[in-house]
Antibody
């Protein structure tokens, strides 16, 4: 069964660090670009970071540049998000999502598989 | 980054109603738009990709249209299980962005 399972969330003090993990099963991680998407409490969806299938390219939303690091270990079928210098505005549910090529010619991409999410709360 | 807006932000509708949600992109994104449904406490689920292609397993009452900057998601006959929040998302750029969402609740 194709699925993603996040872990590593919890209650963390401002300024501390955290590492989120996303373990994949049912497919080979090294074939897909992967994203982390955040949802603040009661708010909408915001992409946070993306990593190419081979890990050679990464991109981040402006508010997390220099503090977040996305990485992957294809041999362990696991995606990671390292969060440093946590801020209150980093709180929310973090989802990992698989980007899949769609359409007859694979011209389009969409997030076809999502994890259940892991909750990060920032509190002193 | 490409900005996405949605309207309305929320709506109330009855079972059987036809519902239309609009999404607008800040620049031409051709048909690189997807629509997701999110129920409370659950992960999003893709409904439509490439503006108008129905994802496998999604009921045919869902449809999408549009190109360029203006797009719509239509639910032809609202069912009880369709009460949820709907998001558009542009995939024109690897730096993807979501719309702010439209919450559909029971009238």
């Amino acid at each position: 069964q194709v699925q993603l399972a996040e872990s590593g969330g919890g209650v963390v003090q401002p300024g501390r660090s955290l590492r989120l993990s996303c373990e994949v099963s049912g497919f080979t991680l090294n074939s897909y670009t992967m994203y982390w998407v955040r949802q603040a409490p009661g708010k909408g969806l915001d992409w946070v970071a993306v990593i190419s299938s081979d890990g050679s390219n990464t991109y981040y939303t402006d508010s997390v540049k220099g503090r977040f690091t996305i990485s992957r270990d294809n041999s362990k079928n696991t995606l990671y998000l390292r969060i440093n210098s946590l801020r209150t505005e980093d709180a929310g549910v973090y989802y990992c999502a698989r980007e899949r090529r769609m359409g007859s010619f694979g011209d389009f991409e969409a997030f076809d598989i999502w994890g259940q999410g892991t909750l990060v709360a920032v509190s002193s | 980054d490409i900005q996405m807006t949605q309207s309305p932000s929320s709506l109330s509708a009855s079972v059987g109603d036809r519902v239309t949600i609009t999404c607008r992109a800040s620049q031409n994104i051709s048909t690189y738009i997807n629509w997701y449904q999110q129920k409370l406490g659950k992960a999003p689920k893709v409904l439509i990709y490439a503006a108008s292609s129905l994802q496998s397993g999604v009921p045919s009452r869902f449809s999408g249209s549009g190109s360029g900057t203006d797009f719509t998601l239509t639910i032809s006959s609202l069912q009880p299980e369709d009460f949820a929040t709907y998001y558009c998302q542009q995939s024109y750029s690897i730096v993807c962005t979501f719309g702010p969402g439209t919450k559909v609740d029971i009238k």
